[in-house]
């Protein structure tokens, strides 16, 4: 592996660096202040004009869809490999990726439009979603089920002639407060009989169709991330077109796999890119405080901290790199012990990193003048969005004993004998 940029990525790096620094980093405590006027008046549940002004610099700048690769529809989209370094600047403010038309869910709705969704669907949701002029959401856990499980799934998908009607409860709806959100991406059962992994499809329901209901937002250590929003959502006998069941009946966990690995990539990208802020912000903090007669930044506990935390992105980053090559080059299902790892190690630590940076902030650091807390809900939600730590290590041990059961057989043909 090449470790080393190429001439076009150093170049949208360095055009990337210079949007955030022109355009969102002067503009973040607009952004949350926009939110809060909103919600003094009775609704924070409205779109920033911030975000919708900058939209069209970013398309102008060449820095629209980057994440989409292979695709006629977005000429612009890179590689894994080429998109990482890119997703990790965006990820130092919670709200740049949408200003780029990358942010999630949007990101993984795209892909699996463009992968798995019939021509005519795609003309219908995924250009207007590459345009930026809607957003989307993608339905699959439950609150009444262990989700990260996915088999558990209970939401109905049941034929009726030329419709499939839905009904069901989902939760983490991540996108569907957002009023501009006009597609979901459904997973429910067709097949409650078949095989375990086959009783699943994936099904593109319009946000406006009759039976639908947003039930709440649900709120993320306080948060409730308005205008975007994590909501439960109840499904009753939603009806919708045949031919908006992606791929055919009993194939939504090969799309989900499709789905998360591309997404898992992203996040963990944003992960590093809010870290390595974090570090930032705590090493200006300590250099800048003065406790007990001497700089904070020369107590000898914040020097392992710093060193630990470097350290730390730095592994994180080469291993996430490693993964979106693999995935560039020998696909998501060779390289899927690395998306676990990365799954578990980018979330877990940006978390510590954070928690540091807050430390050094002292009461500040929980407090709304500093991103820090927000970006610690954030991350800390990331070890169970998109499978929890426990399933991505299970799955890791599994792939790690399965390289071992062959040596295994070999040692026990061979014994080693007195004398050898």
């Not at 955030?20 to 909103?38: C, G, L, Q, S, V």
Request: glycine letters at 8%; proline letters at 6%.
């Amino acid at each position: 592996m090449n470790f080393d940029y190429t001439d076009k990525v150093k170049d949208l790096q360095k055009r990337l660096l210079a949007f955030m620094d022109t355009h969102i980093y002067p503009n973040e405590k607009r952004f949350f202040a926009e939110i809060e006027e909103n919600r003094s008046k009775g609704n924070a549940w409205i779109p920033t004009k911030i975000v919708e002004e900058l939209k069209p610099l970013a398309n102008k700048a060449g820095l629209w869809n980057l994440f989409l690769p292979h695709s006629k529809r977005a000429p612009q989209g890179l590689t894994n490999l080429e998109y990482a370094p890119l997703c990790e600047i965006m990820g130092r403010v919670p709200f740049a990726a949408e200003i780029f038309n990358c942010s999630a869910p949007d990101t993984g709705n795209m892909e699996t439009l463009e992968r798995y969704a019939s021509e005519e669907i795609k003309d219908q949701w995924l250009e207007p979603l590459l345009r930026g002029e809607i957003r989307s959401a993608f339905l699959m856990t439950e609150p009444a089920v262990a989700s990260s499980d996915a088999t558990n799934i209970q939401c109905s998908i049941r034929r009726e002639g030329n419709e499939y009607v839905i009904n069901g409860v989902k939760w983490w709806s991540s996108g569907a407060g957002d009023p501009r959100c006009a597609v979901y991406i459904v997973m429910g059962k067709t097949d409650p009989e078949a095989p375990r992994h086959s009783q699943q499809s994936m099904i593109v329901v319009p946000a406006n169709t009759p039976g639908i209901q947003v039930l709440r937002p649900l709120t993320v250590f306080g948060y409730d991330d308005a205008p975007h929003g994590h909501m439960e959502v109840e499904l009753k006998n939603v009806r919708v077109p045949v031919g908006n069941l992606m791929l055919g009946e009993g194939r939504g966990f090969e799309i989900a796999q499709g789905r998360l690995g591309p997404g898992r990539i992203h996040h963990c990208m944003r992960s590093i890119g809010s870290a390595e802020r974090a570090l930032e912000l705590m090493c200006k903090r300590l250099n800048s405080r003065v406790a007990f007669g001497k700089p904070v930044s020369s107590q000898g506990v914040w020097h392992e901290r710093i060193a630990d935390a470097r350290i730390m992105i730095e592994q994180a980053r080469l291993l996430t790199l490693k993964a979106a090559y693999m995935m560039d080059t020998v696909g998501n299902k060779i390289a899927k012990s690395e998306i676990a790892m990365i799954k578990v190690i980018a979330p877990n630590m940006a978390t510590q990193i954070i928690d540091w940076a807050i430390q050094a902030h002292g009461g500040g650091g929980v407090s709304g003048d500093f991103p820090l807390a927000y970006a610690y809900a954030h991350q800390r939600t990331l070890r169970l969005a998109d499978g929890p730590d426990e399933v991505h290590r299970n799955s890791i041990a599994k792939l790690e004993l399965a390289r071992h059961v062959a040596t295994m057989s070999q040692d026990i043909e061979m014994p080693i004998t007195r004398g050898s």
